[in-house]
């Protein structure tokens, strides 16, 4: 429920901030990099996909670990009016390839969303704020 006001406030702006005069913006079947807090319009229906949530565990890359743990990320598909659906997507600690090797893929609405990587992966045990992560995706229709 902590993700409800975000939603709705990523949908409002995503209603108010889309400017679709030109179909050559989206991003269908092409490797696309979203930062945190913001969506991309996939194709021509004006359908958003939104980055709206991190959980970071992975074992940062300087440090020895007993597991690897892992990174989720949470996405919001935007239709015209409404939220589609809400997405969870895990990258494995460890992994440092970005394709596709290292996340999972999940289909929604009609769409197929691959997550091809979580950046910036950690380092050290600090860990970095929501608005440093960006996360790259490649999104095809089913």
Do not use: H
């Not at 970071?56 to 589609?84: D, M, Q, W, Y």
């Amino acid at each position: 429920m902590k993700f409800v006001p975000l939603l709705f406030f990523l949908l409002l702006l995503a209603l108010t901030a889309c400017n679709n005069d030109d179909d050559n913006n989206t991003i269908l079947g092409q490797t696309t990099d979203i930062a945190f807090g913001n969506g991309v319009e996939i194709d021509e229906t004006g359908t958003l996909l939104s980055f709206i949530g991190i959980e970071e565990s992975r074992c940062p890359s300087s440090v020895n670990c007993v597991t690897p743990g892992e990174a989720k990320a949470s996405f919001a598909l935007i239709g015209s009016a409404s939220i589609l659906d809400t997405i969870a997507m895990v990258s494995p600690g460890g992994c440092f390839d970005d394709d596709g090797s290292c996340g999972e893929t999940k289909e929604s609405q009609g769409y197929r969303i691959q997550l091809l990587a979580i950046q910036p992966y950690p380092e050290n045990l600090i860990t970095a704020g929501p608005s440093e992560y960006s996360v790259k995706v490649i999104v095809e229709r089913n």
